[in-house]
């Protein structure tokens, strides 16, 4: 087995899921440190420190999330004889890993090892599938199964051995619209449609149930929210991650999308989720 030496996981979580598993990998890997990639993100020319280097974050709109893609843009990733990447999501397949391939082979690298992991459904326009895949028995089928998948990738990180497993057990059920779409958008084009999608499309607002308790401001990752008057608002001048985390943590439920072709929203109707071992304190102390 070849020495690891230091390993830093580099991870973004908006309602949890990568959270937990960044920390359920640490357990595994000797001298690993975590590091929230929002707040790397506000250097100038962040390096990597380890000898090996590895990212975690939730899969986004099939495809990377928007703080990692414009992470792995400027990063060096000089000081890593070993890089891994962890994709959560709720069941849906992921081009992520051929982007952050492209992004890496900029500094002639690629990924040694990468993994998808289904975890619970988080994004609340997923009407069809989160009452389903939010369910105890479902909670722990998920949980076992990504303690089981750890086990053997943790091994192959710790070998700094290849392993770039097949994704065979995606199971999320897709819209009849998005199945349409994805026969005619080329993959190159969905990280900036993802993109386009939450930061010129999404809109969200609080409705009457806001009490102003400014749990939302906190975990907005690209610090979008502020309270006014006791009441959140979503500033236009600053960009959003799209990452869910202040429809999610609302303790009323205030939070809502507003429909806007070509995006329809029934978050009125729709349940929400986070990860019952992340609080929104964890979530928060990314920034």
């Given at each position: 087995?070849?020495?690891?030496?230091?390993?830093?996981?580099?991870?973004?979580?908006?309602?949890?899921?990568?959270?937990?598993?960044?920390?359920?990998?640490?357990?595994?890997?000797?001298?690993?440190?975590?590091?929230?990639?929002?707040?790397?993100?506000?250097?100038?020319?962040?390096?990597?420190?380890?000898?090996?280097?590895?990212?975690?974050?939730?899969?986004?709109?099939?495809?990377?999330?928007?703080?990692?893609?414009?992470?792995?843009?400027?990063?060096?990733?000089?000081?890593?004889?070993?890089?891994?990447?962890?994709?959560?999501?709720?069941?849906?397949?992921?081009?992520?890993?051929?982007?952050?391939?492209?992004?890496?082979?900029?500094?002639?690298?690629?990924?040694?090892?990468?993994?998808?992991?289904?975890?619970?459904?988080?994004?609340?326009?997923?009407?069809?599938?989160?009452?389903?895949?939010?369910?105890e028995e479902?909670?722990?089928?998920?949980?076992?199964?990504?303690?089981?998948?750890?086990?053997?990738?943790?091994?192959?990180?710790?070998?700094?051995?290849?392993?770039?497993?097949?994704?065979?057990?995606?199971?999320?059920?897709?819209?009849?619209?998005?199945?349409?779409?994805?026969?005619?958008?080329?993959?190159?084009?969905?990280?900036?449609?993802?993109?386009?999608?939450?930061?010129?499309?999404?809109?969200?607002?609080?409705?009457?149930?806001?009490?102003?308790?400014?749990?939302?401001?906190?975990?907005?990752?690209?610090?979008?929210?502020?309270?006014?008057?006791?009441?959140?608002?979503?500033?236009?001048?600053?960009?959003?991650?799209?990452?869910?985390?202040?429809?999610?943590?609302?303790?009323?439920?205030?939070?809502?999308?507003?429909?806007?072709?070509?995006?329809?929203?029934?978050?009125?109707?729709?349940a929400r989720?986070?990860?019952?071992?992340?609080?929104?304190?964890?979530i928060a102390?990314?920034?």
């Amino acid at each position: 087995m070849i020495p690891p030496g230091r390993t830093e996981i580099y991870y973004f979580s908006g309602t949890g899921n990568s959270l937990h598993v960044a920390r359920e990998l640490q357990k595994r890997l000797p001298e690993a440190d975590l590091v929230p990639i929002v707040r790397v993100l506000r250097e100038v020319s962040p390096k990597t420190t380890a000898n090996t280097v590895g990212f975690v974050f939730p899969n986004f709109c099939l495809t990377s999330p928007i703080p990692l893609h414009d992470f792995l843009e400027k990063v060096d990733v000089a000081s890593a004889r070993y890089v891994f990447a962890l994709c959560t999501r709720g069941g849906t397949p992921s081009d992520a890993f051929d982007y952050i391939n492209a992004l890496l082979k900029r500094q002639g690298r690629r990924l040694d090892a990468q993994l998808n992991i289904t975890m619970p459904w988080n994004h609340p326009l997923g009407k069809e599938n989160l009452p389903a895949l939010a369910t105890e028995e479902r909670m722990a089928f998920l949980e076992a199964e990504m303690q089981r998948k750890l086990d053997t990738f943790s091994q192959h990180i710790l070998a700094h051995e290849a392993y770039l497993a097949e994704d065979t057990d995606a199971d999320y059920v897709i819209p009849q619209w998005a199945k349409a779409m994805s026969l005619w958008i080329p993959k190159s084009l969905n990280y900036e449609l993802h993109r386009y999608m939450y930061q010129d499309m999404v809109r969200f607002y609080s409705n009457e149930k806001c009490t102003g308790c400014g749990i939302c401001e906190k975990v907005c990752l690209s610090q979008k929210i502020q309270i006014v008057n006791q009441k959140s608002v979503w500033q236009e001048t600053v960009k959003c991650y799209g990452c869910m985390a202040c429809i999610n943590y609302c303790p009323q439920h205030a939070i809502q999308i507003r429909s806007r072709f070509p995006v329809h929203s029934s978050t009125p109707l729709t349940a929400r989720y986070h990860h019952p071992a992340i609080t929104y304190k964890d979530i928060a102390g990314q920034r």
